[in-house]
């Protein structure tokens, strides 16, 4: 079984920066591309990032573009969104996924997995 734990989230000042932690248990992490996405209430869920099998294979949404980095470690079974110069529109809950690789991904059906989603704000 397959479970994806996420960490990290909070709240911020807009202009600040938080880093969020997804860590894969079970399964064999190195063949997943991973994705992050996120919600309000009230409306569908977007994609934000994805990350596939090298960082030869990276997509991110244009509303964060330059200011999220989103990264992997393999030996730790972990992949990372880090979150600079948040914006008040950012503030959402945060889920990461797992899907078949090696390509990143970015729509919602191409992920299996799906983390319990971790909430961040970006206050003013």
């Known amino acids: 079984q397959v479970q994806l734990v996420e960490s990290g989230g909070g709240s911020v000042q807009a202009g600040g920066s938080l880093k969020l932690s997804c860590t894969v248990n079970g399964g064999t992490f190195s063949t997943y591309t991973m994705g992050w996405f996120r919600q309000t209430p009230g409306k569908v869920r977007e994609f934000v990032a994805s990350i596939g099998w090298t960082t030869n294979w990276l997509i991110y949404a244009d509303s964060v573009k330059g200011r999220f980095t989103v990264s992997r470690d393999n030996a730790k079974k972990t992949s990372v969104l880090n979150m600079d110069n948040l914006k008040l529109e950012d503030t959402a809950v945060y889920y990461c996924?797992?899907?078949?690789?090696?390509?990143?991904?970015?729509?919602?059906?191409?992920?299996?997995?799906w983390g319990q989603g971790t909430q961040v704000t970006a206050s003013s």
């Open positions: 996924a797992g899907g078949a690789g090696p390509a990143a991904r970015q729509r919602e059906e191409d992920f299996v997995f």
